[in-house]
DNA sequence: TTAGGGTTAG
């Protein structure tokens, strides 16, 4: 009774103070502490219980099985599996089940699906553990089939079923097919379940279309606070931050509470936004709910504060940490990297190091990318090759990419290619475009030549190879060449991806699109970009033309680039805010050259600080400099 | 006595 009651430990006590203990009790106990998600206890007990000669039964086994999924040991669970062969026992249904579960909570996938085919009879619980699993493991194409498979056997899906198959479709590229599950789970009956809805609300969130996420989170007849959760994550991705954070302020009007989940994902879509005030206001409310000492959000503080650009308060959040855990070490390091902090990256890593922590792929990730940005290559080749030696990680893509990209920036553009070429993985689209840059940089003309090759031939729709390509030729004054490299990406029909730029101004986030005439000030923006394009020619400025690749007259080009997304959220911010205060802009993709120059320009002329936060890095301007010192 | 919804670092 107490076991399924609060007091585990009332439960306990009266167990120990049990004369005569049998297999139920010993049963009722082990599943006490499984209920309670204190799989090793559980685990422990069981080991005492045969210790003491006592035989466990199927219930015992079901329980303790359970209890090895839930804390995810595969050791201790192939040892329980182990037992169950030796006592002869004929597995039920049940228990069969339970040790497949066991296997996929345990990440043993294709001892998953051996178990899943010895199962003499299979029900609807036992598909859906092999579809979740599979799900889980983002292997789309396998949880598809066995939901085709089991249909054919006749078994019939429950919303347990498409609950968990939903997890498989988890990128943009999934949405069409998450779609046609969408509709066969209506199609089936289930509507109105608050559990399939929020599910599915999740599924389109993850696939990047938080419109589908909304549609049904509006169309609820309930929702809890996992739905309000899932809502706010929906839209904590890029351009989307500021209906999050109003979702954030509905769910506390209509009286839901706010979970550490809930502030999690809005303070992701805080530094998604670069909303530092409404992030520090948030953190005011945490502090406020008692929830401040929660690692997880002490790591999205992190997080938020260095992409907001206030890395001092990413600082002093980590500083503050009572526990940390990989995920703190590795946002601080993060934030440091994106900063440009090459040095004090590598410090805050090797402190990692001394601490005894164990850093993982993400980790180096950032610290390679910090090598590459401060332009450390016998540090970035040491961390690399540290990588394998010292904790036995495998160098994916990203890894290869920062090292190519580095010896590339470098001038290493031999050692650079030779990598690319012999690394055991196959080269995508942006390790050859890292290449490509490079060989821009440093003038390599015909590697660059047949670089770009390439890269066409890997059919990627992507205006970026062309843009440099052409850059280069224009560069190295071969216009002709420069003119074709456009006029195939014509040809392709491939447009430049817009950019898009955003700015924290009182309490709001304004939105700029490259050339808009949609915001309320346009015309004193534009006003004040006047103003400034006087002042900067004065200073010296003058407009890097060569990347506008549209074929219109000189006066039109220095027209466009001055209506970069960047410069008119700059302008607004100029405008609007007293002199002197800082400004923070973030954009979508890389800033362009011819912003950066011009950034610097108005950082003297304005006095002010302005920092911009790229798809790619931080960029602080102060006094006509960069702190990424041109190199980026 | 077995399967299910929300979260952090690139």
Same mark, same amino acid.
């Given at each position: 009774m107490y076991g399924k009651c609060h007091s585990l430990e009332d439960a306990r006590g009266i167990f120990d103070k049990l004369h005569n203990r049998d297999v139920v009790s010993w049963n009722a106990m082990i599943a006490a502490y499984g209920q309670h998600d204190r799989g090793n206890e559980a685990i422990q007990l069981f080991v005492k219980m045969i210790d003491e000669g006592l035989k466990p039964n199927e219930i015992t086994f079901v329980s303790v099985v359970d209890a090895c999924a839930s804390t995810a040991n595969l050791d201790r669970g192939k040892f329980v599996h182990a037992l169950i062969i030796d006592s002869g026992l004929q597995p039920s249904i049940i228990l069969g089940n339970a040790l497949v579960n066991m296997y996929a909570k345990c990440g043993d996938l294709s001892e998953t699906q051996i178990i899943f085919d010895k199962l003499l009879k299979k029900n609807v619980v036992s598909w859906t553990t092999l579809i979740g699993a599979y799900a889980q493991h983002g292997n789309k194409k396998n949880a598809i089939e066995l939901l085709k498979k089991m249909q054919g056997e006749g078994v019939r899906p429950n919303k347990i079923t498409y609950v968990s198959i939903l997890e498989a479709f988890s990128s943009p590229v999934d949405l069409s097919e998450g779609k046609v599950i969408h509709s066969e789970i209506r199609n089936s009956g289930f509507q109105f379940d608050l559990v399939v809805d929020t599910a599915l609300l999740n599924m389109y969130g993850k696939c990047g279309s938080p419109d589908d996420a909304r549609r049904i989170f509006d169309d609820m007849r309930e929702r809890d606070e996992i739905a309000w959760n899932a809502m706010i994550a929906a839209y904590a991705h890029p351009g989307h931050g500021k209906n999050a954070i109003q979702i954030f302020y509905e769910m506390q009007k209509t009286g839901v509470k706010p979970t550490v989940v809930t502030y999690v994902s809005v303070l992701d879509a805080c530094a998604d936004v670069t909303a530092l005030r409404e992030g520090k206001m948030i953190h005011e409310s945490i502090v406020d709910s008692g929830f401040d000492k929660e690692i997880v959000l002490g790591n999205a503080l992190i997080n938020m504060y260095a992409k907001c650009g206030s890395l001092q308060d990413a600082r002093t959040v980590f500083d503050n940490m009572q526990s940390?855990?990989?995920? +703190?070490?590795?946002?601080?390091?993060?934030?440091?990297?994106?900063?440009?902090?090459?040095?004090? =990256?590598?410090?805050?890593?090797?402190?990692?190091?001394?601490?005894?922590?164990?850093?993982?792929?993400?980790?180096?990730? +950032?610290?390679?990318?910090?090598?590459?940005?401060?332009? #450390?290559?016998?540090?970035?080749? $040491?961390?690399?090759?540290?990588?394998?030696?010292?904790?036995?990680?495998?160098?994916?893509?990203?890894?290869?990419?920062?090292?190519?990209?580095?010896?590339?920036?470098?001038?290493?553009?031999?050692?650079?290619?030779?990598?690319? =070429? &012999?690394?055991?993985?196959?080269?995508?689209?942006?390790?050859?475009?890292?290449? @490509?840059?490079?060989?821009?940089?440093?003038?390599?003309?015909?590697?660059? &030549?047949?670089?770009?090759?390439?890269?066409?031939?890997?059919?990627?729709?992507?205006?970026?190879?062309?843009?440099? @390509? +052409?850059?280069?030729?224009?560069?190295?004054?071969?216009?002709?060449?420069?003119?074709?490299?456009?006029?195939?990406?014509?040809?392709?029909?491939?447009?430049?991806?817009?950019?898009?730029?955003?700015?924290?101004?009182?309490?709001?986030?304004?939105?700029?699109?490259?050339?808009?005439? #949609?915001?309320?000030?346009?015309?004193?923006?534009?006003? *004040?970009? *006047?103003?400034?394009?006087?002042?900067?020619? *004065?200073?010296? $400025?003058?407009?890097?033309?060569?990347?506008?690749?549209?074929?219109?007259?000189?006066? &039109?080009?220095?027209?466009?680039?001055?209506?970069?997304?960047?410069?008119?959220?700059?302008?607004?911010?100029?405008? !609007? =805010?007293? !002199?002197?205060?800082?400004?923070?802009?973030? &954009?979508?993709?890389?800033? %362009?050259?011819? %912003?950066?120059?011009?950034?610097?320009?108005?950082?003297?002329?304005?006095?002010?600080?302005?920092?911009?936060?790229?798809?790619?890095?931080?960029?602080?301007?102060?006094?006509?400099?960069?702190? %990424?010192?041109?190199?980026?």
């Amino acid at each position: 009774m107490y076991g399924k009651c609060h007091s585990l430990e009332d439960a306990r006590g009266i167990f120990d103070k049990l004369h005569n203990r049998d297999v139920v009790s010993w049963n009722a106990m082990i599943a006490a502490y499984g209920q309670h998600d204190r799989g090793n206890e559980a685990i422990q007990l069981f080991v005492k219980m045969i210790d003491e000669g006592l035989k466990p039964n199927e219930i015992t086994f079901v329980s303790v099985v359970d209890a090895c999924a839930s804390t995810a040991n595969l050791d201790r669970g192939k040892f329980v599996h182990a037992l169950i062969i030796d006592s002869g026992l004929q597995p039920s249904i049940i228990l069969g089940n339970a040790l497949v579960n066991m296997y996929a909570k345990c990440g043993d996938l294709s001892e998953t699906q051996i178990i899943f085919d010895k199962l003499l009879k299979k029900n609807v619980v036992s598909w859906t553990t092999l579809i979740g699993a599979y799900a889980q493991h983002g292997n789309k194409k396998n949880a598809i089939e066995l939901l085709k498979k089991m249909q054919g056997e006749g078994v019939r899906p429950n919303k347990i079923t498409y609950v968990s198959i939903l997890e498989a479709f988890s990128s943009p590229v999934d949405l069409s097919e998450g779609k046609v599950i969408h509709s066969e789970i209506r199609n089936s009956g289930f509507q109105f379940d608050l559990v399939v809805d929020t599910a599915l609300l999740n599924m389109y969130g993850k696939c990047g279309s938080p419109d589908d996420a909304r549609r049904i989170f509006d169309d609820m007849r309930e929702r809890d606070e996992i739905a309000w959760n899932a809502m706010i994550a929906a839209y904590a991705h890029p351009g989307h931050g500021k209906n999050a954070i109003q979702i954030f302020y509905e769910m506390q009007k209509t009286g839901v509470k706010p979970t550490v989940v809930t502030y999690v994902s809005v303070l992701d879509a805080c530094a998604d936004v670069t909303a530092l005030r409404e992030g520090k206001m948030i953190h005011e409310s945490i502090v406020d709910s008692g929830f401040d000492k929660e690692i997880v959000l002490g790591n999205a503080l992190i997080n938020m504060y260095a992409k907001c650009g206030s890395l001092q308060d990413a600082r002093t959040v980590f500083d503050n940490m009572q526990s940390r855990d990989v995920f +703190s070490w590795t946002s601080v390091i993060a934030a440091y990297a994106q900063h440009g902090h090459g040095h004090a =990256t590598l410090e805050l890593f090797r402190q990692m190091l001394l601490g005894g922590w164990k850093p993982n792929e993400i980790t180096f990730i +950032s610290v390679l990318s910090a090598c590459n940005h401060g332009g #450390l290559v016998d540090e970035g080749l $040491y961390y690399f090759e540290s990588m394998t030696a010292a904790y036995a990680l495998s160098p994916t893509l990203e890894h290869y990419g920062c090292i190519i990209d580095l010896l590339g920036r470098a001038g290493w553009l031999d050692k650079a290619e030779d990598l690319l =070429t &012999k690394m055991p993985l196959e080269p995508d689209a942006v390790i050859w475009m890292s290449l @490509l840059g490079s060989c821009r940089v440093h003038g390599d003309v015909e590697r660059g &030549k047949h670089i770009a090759k390439r890269l066409l031939e890997l059919d990627f729709n992507h205006d970026a190879p062309h843009i440099l @390509l +052409s850059n280069m030729y224009a560069s190295a004054n071969r216009w002709m060449d420069a003119a074709g490299a456009r006029n195939i990406m014509e040809e392709k029909g491939i447009q430049k991806q817009p950019g898009r730029s955003w700015i924290e101004v009182g309490e709001t986030v304004h939105e700029f699109f490259a050339g808009d005439r #949609l915001h309320p000030q346009t015309v004193q923006i534009y006003m *004040e970009i *006047e103003n400034l394009k006087h002042k900067m020619s *004065e200073a010296g $400025y003058v407009p890097d033309t060569s990347l506008v690749l549209h074929n219109v007259e000189e006066e &039109k080009k220095e027209q466009l680039l001055l209506a970069h997304s960047e410069k008119l959220a700059v302008a607004f911010g100029l405008i !609007s =805010t007293p !002199s002197g205060t800082p400004l923070r802009v973030m &954009k979508n993709l890389r800033v %362009c050259p011819d %912003c950066h120059n011009a950034m610097k320009f108005i950082s003297k002329i304005v006095n002010r600080e302005i920092v911009v936060r790229d798809s790619n890095r931080f960029h602080h301007f102060k006094e006509g400099c960069c702190s %990424c010192g041109d190199y980026w």
